[in-house]
């Protein structure tokens, strides 16, 4: 539809192809066309959020000329401010500019609250549980796309750290896991969670971006050489875990596509364990297959090609960390890639016999 003035014809459309009275709420469908209409791109998103965080570092900058950090208990009471501020705003309007204004606020207002509470000697992981339940009762009460998106990731992060703490590092299996778990559940039963409420519906689209980002960050750290001590001996369990997952979104897909031919099945399940057998040690690279075979379920562009760009980087960085000669390297992702356009090949021929039927 280009304009709302198509509605009615297509919905006389629907009616003569169905051939039967049916009944439309035409003022509805029209709210919601131009509620979408209104909706702001991806990059304005961005922009906005951006915008948001340079504005957090020069009001900090500010406080701290100002001398107001010195005081604990200001610190804390303007943090406090700060957070429902952002909260009321969204209440009030979703207008781009309130957007920008409630996610300065936001920031400025978690930094205000962390500032303080180490100022009063908080140990970190009772910080952590705060910032964790305030990420949450956000998300309750708000259901902006950009502050939701900001409240998951402080939740998921704050949670991260809260494992960490103590040098704790092996628990980021745990991390990788939820992450992984609550990510699939969400996109799986994507269908039942829009329809449920109004609330859920909204709040859909920035948990989904916001849980990607959070098992991103979580891949980063254990394909990332270097920037946790874990044990070498362990790094297989995060791997178990997303396979499983790979698995059960695999078999989705077949079901999906319609593959019914032993031969081609066997095929798929042949080229999944010798992917998904490779990356045992490198479970960076089986979450990003994750994500992109989650993506792929739903049609999820931006998730597909966040998906894939980090599918690249950490193969990349895979094949970087490991102690081979520069050909033997050449020869694995050379023989990597032929596997992937091979499945390439086998899913566009399967969707255009599919397209013929």
Not at 295 to 308: C, D
């Amino acid at each position: 539809m280009k304009n709302s003035k198509n509605i009615k014809s297509l919905i006389d459309s629907i009616q003569n192809i169905e051939g039967q009275e049916l009944t439309f709420n035409e003022e509805a469908i029209k709210y919601e066309y131009e509620n979408q209409n209104d909706e702001q791109s991806l990059a304005i998103k961005i922009l906005s959020i951006f915008g948001g965080l340079l504005s957090c570092i020069t009001f900090l900058g500010f406080l701290f000329i100002a001398g107001l950090y010195n005081s604990k208990e200001g610190l804390l009471i303007t943090g406090i401010i700060f957070v429902l501020c952002a909260v009321g705003l969204n209440k009030i309007s979703d207008k781009i500019i309130i957007d920008t204004i409630s996610v300065s606020s936001y920031v400025i207002g978690f930094t205000l609250i962390w500032m303080s509470l180490e100022r009063m000697n908080f140990d970190e992981s009772s910080i952590q549980i705060i910032f964790i339940f305030v990420g949450i009762a956000t998300l309750i009460l708000v259901q902006n796309y950009i502050l939701s998106f900001i409240a998951t990731l402080a939740t998921n992060l704050s949670f991260l750290a809260l494992l960490l703490e103590g040098n704790q590092y092996d628990l980021i299996h745990v991390y990788t896991f939820a992450m992984v778990f609550i990510l699939s559940f969400l996109i799986l039963n994507e269908g039942k969670i829009i329809t449920t409420s109004k609330k859920l519906s909204r709040l859909y689209n920035p948990l989904r971006i916001g849980l990607i980002f959070s098992l991103l960050i979580g891949l980063i750290f254990l394909g990332k050489k270097g920037m946790l001590r874990i044990t070498p001996e362990y790094i297989w369990l995060s791997s178990i875990s997303i396979i499983l997952f790979i698995v059960y979104v695999i078999i989705e897909l077949i079901n999906i596509l319609q593959v019914k031919d032993i031969q081609s099945k066997i095929g798929i399940y042949i080229f999944t364990i010798l992917i998904l057998a490779s990356t045992v040690l490198s479970p960076a690279i089986s979450g990003a297959i994750l994500i992109i075979l989650l993506s792929f379920k739903v049609n999820y562009k931006t998730g597909l090609a966040i998906g894939i760009i980090a599918f690249i980087y950490f193969v990349s960085q895979y094949y970087y960390d490991l102690k081979f000669t520069l050909l033997t390297k050449s020869i694995m992702m050379f023989t990597t890639g032929i596997l992937f356009l091979a499945f390439y090949l086998f899913t566009h021929k399967k969707l255009s016999e599919n397209e013929k039927v």
